[in-house]
Nanobody, 116 residues
Framework: QVQLVESGGGLVQPGGSLRLSCAAS????????MAWYRQAPGKQRELVAL???????NYADFVKGRFTISRGNARNSVYLQMNSLKPEDTAVYYC??????????WGQGTQVTVSS
């Protein structure tokens, strides 16, 4: 079993920054990619950014230039640096891990609220 724990969410003013962290533990033998998703009230969950085992990254258009995804040295952790936050970035942010066999695991989510 694999467990993912997110942290770092909170309340921030527009234009501010937050750094989300996600730590994976358990039966992790290899990782295909890790990713951040978000879900705002009344909306579907959407991909924010992902990073492959090789270090390649991909971003949703609405965060390009503002958010940066990165991995920890142990490669079982992933971070999301969020700058220039906007009210529309308000959502619950989820961490996801996908292994080479296609199995996926989700964290419990962390709330990000951007408001003055």
């Amino acid at each position: 079993q694999v467990q993912l724990v997110e942290s770092g969410g909170g309340l921030v003013q527009p234009g501010g920054s937050l750094r989300l962290s996600c730590a994976a533990s358990g039966s992790i033998f290899s990782i295909n990619f890790m990713a951040w998703y978000r879900q705002a009230p009344g909306k579907q969950r959407e991909l924010v950014a992902l990073i492959t085992n090789e270090g390649s990254t991909n971003y949703a258009d609405f965060v390009k230039g503002r958010f940066t995804i990165s991995r920890g040295n142990a490669r079982n952790s992933v971070y999301l640096q969020m700058n220039s936050l906007k009210p529309e970035d308000t959502a619950v942010y989820y961490c996801k891990l996908v292994n080479p066999s296609g199995s996926s695991y989700w964290g419990q989510g962390t709330q990000v609220t951007v408001s003055s």
